[in-house]
């Protein structure tokens, strides 16, 4: 059986019966795959107190490593019709073998909201917010000093340092 192989825009292409077939539809398969993915979500809440919705997101996204967290921003926020940057996901996680990612997503219902409630490191990941590192000297002698103290007075001190 006669074999030949040729090279078509960047594929290769084996004619040999079946084989030519199999192995097209696998590789125009392959190519869809690679630029889609799926984004679904469940247990959706509510959350007035927090000003917030919440929601755990499930993304299948084979043939494909996974989806940046900016990237999965825009798209839940284009779902939702808010701004991106009162979308806040974290905590993902790839199911083993790939092709499917879980994690969780909160989208506030404005953005002084967002600053109120989401925790400081979160912020500062999403460029909302800038952390003042005191230098090496201070840091120790606000130790040192609350060290002496106890109960609520230690961490009034803590606080008014800051």
């Not at 839940?76 to 994690?103: C, H, I, N």
């Not at 009034?156 to 340092?161: D, Q």
Request: glycine fraction near 6%.
């Amino acid at each position: 059986m006669g074999e030949a192989i040729q090279e078509l825009s960047g594929t290769i292409s084996i004619q040999a019966g079946w084989r030519h077939l199999h192995l097209r539809n696998h590789l125009f398969r392959r190519v869809i795959a690679d630029s889609t993915a799926t984004i679904r979500t469940r247990k959706f809440l509510t959350n007035r107190l927090l000003a917030r919705k919440q929601m755990v997101v499930d993304i299948i996204h084979p043939a494909r490593a996974n989806i940046s967290k900016d990237e999965l921003r825009e798209k839940l926020a284009k779902m939702y019709k808010v701004d991106k940057e009162v979308v806040f996901v974290f905590g993902f996680r790839t199911a083993f073998g790939g092709g499917k990612s879980t994690g969780f997503a909160l989208i506030y219902d404005n953005l002084e909201s967002a600053k109120k409630f989401e925790p400081k490191y979160r912020l500062v990941r999403h460029g909302l917010m800038e952390i003042k590192k005191a230098s090496r000297k201070q840091r120790k002698e606000r130790k040192n000093r609350s060290k002496k103290l106890r109960g609520t007075k230690k961490a009034k001190a803590a606080v008014a340092k800051k």
